[in-house]
């Protein structure tokens, strides 16, 4: 069973902070899942380098989020120590994929990403409320202000090529 609903959407209530950071991990791989299938979807350049700055931002906040959760769960540290000395590698190489190159799914994509982006800032505004860790706090903050960043750069994007108006935005 997954945490979260089909579109990623949580499905409890976290109670436990360290639960709140875990949630924040997975906003963080949905995000980076989402932005590397619109990427393999997309043939326009200045969209897919976009797309690839801001999946590098979300896998840096996932990063972040992880070694706050290994500073908090003594168990999570522990099985890290277990298991950072394994290593892994592709055995093969990754396969092949046709992708689909389609203005208006790029359009929605960038939508549906300044949906994610929302969402996140939505979340981590909320949780660094909640946590009454300073440290975490700042990770939190710190990383909602990034995505405010990204949501306006992706509405940038979306204005410059979508022929529809919205509203008063230039």
């Known amino acids: 069973m997954s ?25 963080e791989i949905i995000a980076i899942n989402g932005y590397a299938e619109h990427i393999a979807n997309s043939n326009m350049e200045e969209i897919n380098a976009a797309w690839k700055s801001i999946m590098g931002d979300e896998k840096k906040h996932y990063g972040m989020f992880l070694t706050l959760l290994r500073a908090y769960d003594p168990n999570q540290y522990e099985k890290y120590q277990e298991d950072k ?21 790029i359009l929605n994509n960038l939508r549906q990403d300044i949906k994610g982006e929302l969402e996140a800032v939505i979340l981590y505004e909320q949780e660094f409320a909640d946590i009454p860790c300073d440290d975490i706090r700042r990770v939190f903050y710190t990383i909602a202000t990034e995505e405010k960043g990204h949501l306006e750069h992706l509405t940038q994007l979306l204005l410059k090529y979508d022929t529809d108006k919205y509203g008063s935005l230039d």
């Open 3 to 27: 945490y979260t609903t089909r579109n990623g959407q949580p499905q409890g209530i976290t109670y436990y902070f360290t639960n709140k950071i875990r949630e924040a991990m997975i906003a």
């Open 85 to 105: 000395c394994l290593k892994y590698g592709p055995k093969t190489p990754m396969q092949t994929y046709k992708p689909s190159y389609d203005t208006q799914i």
